[in-house]
């Protein structure tokens, strides 16, 4: 019913930047929060980036002042900027998105298939 789809994740050295983007379509009657996640190996996935219910936004410590969250169009679009990317950055990052589905009073968890960020050294 829902589909997020993230692009623009790769490759990249140390210092560099990405812009991730993840788009969410289908039968949408609201989107309550979205953000980013990332998972490393080995290790749990956690939140880095998100808007809030209230729509203010929250980012992970390990990532103030480097990424940036920004959304665009009926607010069913974010994007996240990453500067001075570091080694341990690489990680696969995942959007999510807590969606209430035209037609359902419920609020559904909802994740992108992850793309893959590398940072090399």
């Known amino acids: 019913q829902v589909q997020l789809v993230e692009s623009g994740g790769g490759l990249v050295q140390a210092g560099g930047s990405l812009r991730l983007s993840c788009a969410a379509s289908?039968?949408?009657?609201?989107?309550?929060?979205m953000g980013w996640y990332r998972q490393a190996p080995g290790k749990q996935r956690e939140l880095i980036a998100g808007f809030t219910r209230t729509g203010s936004t929250i980012y992970a410590d390990s990532v103030k002042g480097r990424f940036t969250i920004s959304r665009a169009g009926a607010r069913d679009t974010v994007y996240l900027q990453m500067n001075s990317l570091k080694p341990e950055d690489t990680a696969v990052y995942y959007c999510?998105?807590?969606?209430?589905?035209?037609?359902?009073?419920?609020?559904?968890?909802?994740w992108g298939q992850g793309t893959q960020v590398t940072v090399s050294s």
């Open positions: 289908g039968s949408i009657f609201s989107i309550n929060a």
């Open positions: 999510n998105a807590l969606v209430v589905v035209i037609g359902i009073r419920y609020e559904y968890d909802y």
